[in-house]
């Protein structure tokens, strides 16, 4: 990972834990949803507060093609641009 | 190969542990005795889980014109109104509904369900973006995944969170929708419409109020919490449902938009399903006149929900919402605990909702109760009874524990 993914990563980490209630350990090629065993409703409640912490729009239609830790770097990274 | 239902073993799973606990889901009810009474495991049974808010469902003159129109039109229309035609009582419940509104258009959809995948479906598009409620309905989610819009997900009820998505947004070439509920179904509170008309005003949008739970319930004329609130005229689109105050089946929208029916033809599940039967639009109808010939009904529903609301409270138990409102939800612990509580209140003779995540907001536990006009105080004062028993005992020992 570059440095700026590293950062990304150790942010959304930081964001994902009150919702990895089994403490499942956070690695790029995590399935978020699956590998935390986490709802829907769970999983757009975090991506909220990726959108509050980085000051962005990640709309829901987005998430279907998100599943993994490195998918949700390159959704920040990308908003990031726009 | 996979098996594709492989995947609902988390599902089985967790259906296994409901009837562990003793019961199902969704239990039968054997007989009808009334608006607020059901046969249920051969026990005479309140029911405080129905959404049956207005306790039409037995009205005799919903019933005979049901019985009229299924003698005058048979039993169903076989079809969708675009492939069909329609008939005169579609238009007739229509116009009664767009009157009991005060609104100039209003269309009828097959289910509530299907109201809100039509009407969301039917307005925006892939260049539009639909800025919604954290907490909204399943079928507001599924009929904003159906238009194709860009969705944008704000926090429940706050006006604010919503001003800010729409400044960080700015203008996307489309146009914006803003949905909002009258009542939320799981906690029983209502959208703070005035903050967001103020929002409104700023940005520009276009607002649909789902006023499922809310229809026929709030406002000095019954049309929902635009109308509680007022602003009535800032709800550019309406949606409600048959399926709660009105004792039927279906589902509307309503607008004073002059391209509103268009909507008809913008809108799969209005094209592509039959419309609704002869004896649900004529119950609908014959409802939607009660609800306007008997305003009481409401006055009887603010005093039973505030009696059951304070009830409740009285016995230290915490509630979805501060707010008095006919959905009045009892916060539990956990799942295994609210699920045996949920259990031993239906076997003691009381009929109420379990809900739990991911249906709920914040992962909550809920006992969620709907009351009725049609309630007695003493079915009430049963409730708040059963509640303290069974309720109120198990959630002071789980606390002490």
């Known amino acids: 990972m570059t440095d700026d993914e590293q950062e990304i990563f150790d942010k959304l980490s930081e964001l994902l834990q009150p919702f990895n209630e089994k403490q499942v350990e956070l690695k790029p090629q995590t399935e978020i949803a699956v590998d935390l065993a986490i709802d829907s409703v769970s999983v757009m409640d975090f991506v909220m507060e990726v959108e509050d ?13 998100t599943h993994t830790m490195k998918d949700m770097i390159s959704v920040v990274q990308a908003r990031k641009k726009t | 190969m996979v098996d594709l239902l492989d995947k609902n073993k988390a599902l089985l799973d967790r259906m296994q542990r409901v009837a562990e606990a003793g019961s199902r889901v969704g239990p039968v009810n054997e007989k009808l005795l009334s608006p607020t009474r059901a046969i249920i495991d051969g026990r005479d049974t309140i029911l405080a889980g129905t959404n049956n808010y207005m306790g039409v469902t037995f009205e005799a ?7 009229q129109a299924l003698a005058e039109y048979g039993t169903g229309t076989t079809g969708s109104r675009i492939a069909n035609g329609s008939y005169a009582i579609h238009e007739e419940l229509e116009q009664e509904l767009a009157g009991f509104l005060g609104m100039k258009h209003c269309i009828v959809f097959s289910t509530g369900y299907q109201a809100n995948l039509g009407m969301m479906a039917g307005l925006a598009g892939p260049k539009d973006t639909i800025f919604l409620d954290a907490d909204s309905h399943s079928s507001i989610y599924d009929g904003c995944t159906l238009s194709g819009a860009q969705l944008v997900r704000f926090r429940h009820n706050d006006a604010a969170d919503l001003d800010k998505r729409l400044t960080r947004m700015g203008d996307t070439g489309g146009g914006h929708l803003v949905v909002l509920e009258g009542i939320y ?16 005003k700023k940005h520009g949008f276009q607002l649909l109020v789902d006023e499922a739970h809310s229809f026929g319930v709030l406002g000095p004329n019954g049309c929902g919490l635009a109308d509680e609130a007022g602003l009535m005229h800032e709800a550019d689109f309406v949606v409600g449902t048959f399926s709660k105050s009105i004792g039927a089946i279906g589902g509307f929208g309503a607008s004073n938009h002059p391209m509103f029916e268009t909507v008809r033809y913008s809108s799969k599940p209005y094209m592509f399903t039959a419309s609704p039967s002869p004896a649900s639009v004529a119950t609908a109808t014959a409802a ?10 409401r006055d009887r529903l603010q005093s039973n929900s505030a009696r059951l609301f304070h009830g409740l409270r009285g016995l230290g138990l915490e509630l979805g919402c501060n707010e008095v409102s006919p959905v009045i939800a009892v916060k539990c612990a956990d799942e295994p605990s609210t699920l045996v509580m949920w259990n031993e209140l239906l076997a003691a003779g009381v009929y109420v909702n379990i ?3 991911p249906g709920t907001p914040g992962k909550l536990c809920l006992l969620r109760c709907s009351v009725s006009a049609a309630h007695t105080e003493a079915e009430i004062d049963r409730i708040i009874e059963l509640f303290a028993t069974v309720v109120a005992g198990n959630q002071l020992a789980a606390a002490s524990a």
């Not at chain 1, 000051?55 to 093609?65: A, E, F, G, Q």
């Not at chain 2, 003159?61 to 019985?67: D, F, L, R």
């Open chain 2, 288 to 297: 939607i006149k009660v609800l306007a010939r008997e305003p009481d009904r």
């Open chain 2, 185 to 200: 179904s799981m906690l029983g509170d209502r959208a703070p419409l005035a903050d967001f008309v103020e929002v409104k």
């Open chain 2, 355 to 357: 809900a739990l995540p």
């Open chain 2, 61 to 67: 003159s919903c019933i005979e014109a049901g019985q």
């Open chain 1, 53 to 65: 912490h980085f000051d962005m729009d990640i709309p829901l239609n987005v998430l279907s093609d």
